[in-house]
């Protein structure tokens, strides 16, 4: 019999299925990927979270619909069953077999009883289901998951997982060690296959070269033959040979896998695309072009030629002085000017002194830092070397956030590279200047973002706040001056050395030098990394840059500066940005993060996203920003829930006011910004949710009201089998009701009617 397998929710649950696959062909049957074709289909649930529940039964009702064809049995599995399995029994007779987790050890037992009832037959072994098997690998080529743990260990608050998978449980580590090498063998990365498939048809003068991310993400996975540029995009695995055999052997492009514009026009070249036109690279200048494992490579493209140049023909005071005059200003936030943080820190009496990158990038959506990490680590080494230079530091540490993986990895690889070649360490270039970089991994504190908060965190304390002044110029790590800046703003500084002042100076605006990398994401055609000059007007990131807004809906908003920014409405899409020009508007550059939003989404709701970000990521230190900001999301949620009165406005606004003066840290100050700036554009939402208890565009499902429009029924009944809830009756060809005592208004029904009778 065939076998198809659907696999919903975590990565625990993609082991799961890839166990219970192995058991299925280790008896003999045969898998399959379309379960038109599956004689069996098993469906792996998630049931963490009402959204899960609903894709779940829906896809469920989805498989059901198979049993008209081919199938003979539908199997239930997962988080789901071992929650809701009394409830699914009686709404879901579709289903033939249930298995809860703790009945995962009788796995086999339970389907050859389903499968064979009525067959007499010598009854075959259960298959272990925790033993380590031989995995057969679903999640693709270039990686696979290892189950490390399962169940809970009961820290986290507000989590269902204690109550569906149980008690916390740790596999052995030589099991995992084990697994992982199985894997490793098994498994080849597909880098490695291309690599192989090149060898093997002694292709000569061919190199398959892994970079940083191109910036645009939304055509991902992307090739590029070089050195025509030829650009494809969007690639699988088994394009690979394909590529190979058609470009690099007989010379033809594949034309099907060209990059297609903004305008439908086939694009060849990666700069003819209409992304990149208005785009000026500097601190992504070797993202994607070179291999940022490889120094030599950083080398051929003018890499530690402004640390020799550093060295050799300027003092510690000219560089300064450079970096002043090109008006670069730190790109973590603030925009205090980087050349005179480096002063204060050179002034700084004590002798010794450290230098700090800050790539600890917690702001939800961005990802810039990490970009220039992974893409281009040598720039930040060599930038770190500088500055130590410069102020008269001997020892640097970058804090980077231990989720980014590859980024601490490359890193690590450009440490190691720099010290081997003799460009960290004792006497650089032969010279009397010492300097050496240490990696120190943050938990994902967003409070260690603040810059003395990080501090904490490298001498081994909690990531709290300092009160300020003193300053870290004047007292830092360990109370000695310490000067830090963020990747971005470090990975400008060998620019600014070898082109001059002048140059840098003359891009941006006036008091905005330079140019200002954007994590565009959100309601927008081209999702991915932007660098633009500063002075670049929203309109030319979000439609020239990123292509408009997706599926044929308006601009509505867009956030910069992530929790601490504000909201930037339509009539303010040609504000220049750089740092005046937002604070004016009621926003903030940030570290870099940019979300579009259209017009399908609630600001109420979204500023209380936000805020419930900053909620749980207060330190706690101070009571503003602990109590506060806690106090401003009931009232939020209040207003969503359609419970508030106007008064509850006002208390809102001001307490967001106060916080704003009271709070220890600018992460605390700014933390009420996305109300602020919510309530000031888009105040008549804020009203409607407390006057007439509607939200307009329906995200807040307390406010929302589904009925269905009976000009428009025709009575097929697609919303009544798709309900997650059986909220909706009505005979075939008759018109259809919502119960709404019953509905939980997932929209499930609003998504699926084909006559849009539904709303």
């Not at 696959?21 to 599956?38: R, S, T």
């Not at 009686?90 to 009525?118: A, C, G, R």
């Not at 961005?366 to 102020?391: K, N, T, W």
Request: net charge negative; proline share 4%.
């Amino acid at each position: 019999m065939k076998v198809g397998f659907v696999s919903l929710g975590c990565s625990k649950n993609l082991v799961d299925t890839e166990k219970t696959i192995d058991i299925f062909k280790k008896h003999g049957y045969d898998i399959v990927n379309n379960p038109k074709e599956a004689e069996i289909i098993v469906i792996n649930t998630c049931g963490f979270i009402e959204t899960a529940k609903e894709e779940a039964i829906n896809t469920i009702l989805e498989m059901a619909e198979y049993k008209k064809e081919n199938c003979k049995y539908i199997i239930a599995m997962g988080c789901l069953v071992q929650r809701y399995r009394e409830e699914l029994e009686k709404s879901l007779p579709e289903v033939d077999l249930f298995i809860k987790y703790d009945e995962y050890d009788t796995i086999w037992s339970q389907i050859d009883n389903l499968i064979n009832k009525d067959i007499i037959h010598e009854k075959e072994e259960d298959i272990p289901f925790n033993k380590l098997q031989d995995r057969v690998i679903t999640t693709g080529d270039n990686f696979a998951y290892v189950k490390i743990a399962d169940g809970c260990n009961n820290c986290c608050t507000f989590c269902a997982i204690p109550y569906i998978r149980g008690r916390f449980e740790s596999r052995p580590m030589e099991d995992i060690i084990e697994e992982v090498k199985k894997l490793d063998k098994n498994d080849d990365k597909q880098l490695m296959k291309n690599s192989e498939i090149i060898e093997e048809k002694n292709i000569q003068n061919v190199r398959v070269i892994q970079t940083g991310c191109f910036g645009l993400c939304a055509k991902g996975p992307i090739v590029i033959i070089r050195p025509e540029d030829t650009f494809y995009a969007n690639c699988k695995p088994e394009d690979c040979e394909e590529i190979i055999n058609s470009h690099i052997l007989e010379g033809k492009i594949v034309e099907r896998l060209l990059c297609k514009d903004i305008d439908g026009s086939i694009v060849k070249k990666l700069d003819d695309l209409q992304f990149y036109k208005k785009q000026k690279r500097i601190a992504l200048k070797n993202c994607g072009v070179i291999n940022p494992e490889d120094i030599d490579e950083y080398i051929a493209f003018d890499g530690y030629k402004a640390l020799e140049k550093v060295l050799f023909e300027m003092t510690p005071e000219s560089v300064i002085e450079e970096v002043k005059n090109s008006g670069l200003r730190g790109r973590g936030g603030a925009g205090f000017p980087t050349g005179k943080k480096w002063e204060l820190t050179r002034a700084a009496k004590e002798k010794q002194k450290y230098v700090v990158c800050n790539a600890d990038e917690g702001d939800p959506g961005a990802f810039m830092d990490r970009s220039i990490l992974e893409g281009d680590p040598h720039s930040v080494v060599e930038a770190m070397i500088i500055a130590g230079y410069s102020i008269g530091a001997n020892k640097g540490y970058i804090y980077v956030r231990a989720e980014y993986p590859i980024a601490v990895h490359r890193f690590d690889i450009a440490i190691k590279q720099a010290r081997q070649y003799g460009l960290l360490g004792n006497n650089i270039f032969g010279t009397e200047f010492s300097f050496d970089i240490e990696i120190r991994l943050g938990a994902g504190a967003f409070v260690c973002g603040e810059e003395t908060a990080l501090l904490e965190s490298i001498e081994g304390r909690r990531g709290q706040p300092r009160l300020k002044p003193p300053y870290p110029a004047n007292e830092g790590l360990w109370g000695k001056p310490t000067l830090i800046n963020n990747v971005e703003t470090y990975a400008n500084i060998t620019r600014i050395i070898l082109n001059g002042a002048d140059w840098y100076s003359n891009i941006g605006t006036e008091n905005s030098k330079g140019t200002k990398v954007f994590a565009l994401g959100g309601n927008v055609v081209n999702v991915g990394l932007v660098e633009v000059p500063m002075g670049t007007t929203l309109r030319e990131i979000v439609y020239d840059i990123g292509g408009g807004i997706p599926n044929g809906r308006d601009f509505k908003a867009a956030q910069t500066g992530g929790p601490s920014g504000g909201c930037i409405p339509k009539e303010h899409l040609d504000t220049p940005i750089d740092y005046e020009s937002l604070k004016t508007i009621g926003s903030m550059m940030g570290s870099g993060g940019l979300i579009v939003m259209d017009d399908s989404k609630c600001m109420v709701n979204l500023a209380k996203f936000y805020l419930d970000f900053t909620v749980d990521e207060s330190c706690g230190k101070c009571t503003p920003c602990r109590i506060g900001t806690k106090r401003m999301l009931e009232i939020l949620t209040k207003i969503c829930d359609g419970k508030a009165d106007i008064q509850d406005l006002e208390k809102l606004e001001q307490l967001a006011i106060n916080i704003c003066r009271t709070a220890v840290c600018g992460l605390g100050q700014t933390a009420p910004n996305p109300v602020l700036s919510t309530l000031k554009y888009f105040r008549e939402e804020y009203l409607d949710h407390i006057k007439h208890k509607t939200c307009k565009v329906g995200e807040c499902k307390a406010l929302t009201n589904i009925s269905i429009n009976p000009q428009k029924c025709k009575g097929c009944g697609i919303c009544k089998r798709n309900c997650p809830v059986n909220a909706i009756s009505g005979e075939p060809k008759q018109v259809h009701i919502i119960d709404k005592d019953i509905c939980i208004k997932c929209g499930t029904c609003v998504a699926n009617c084909p006559f849009h009778a539904i709303g």
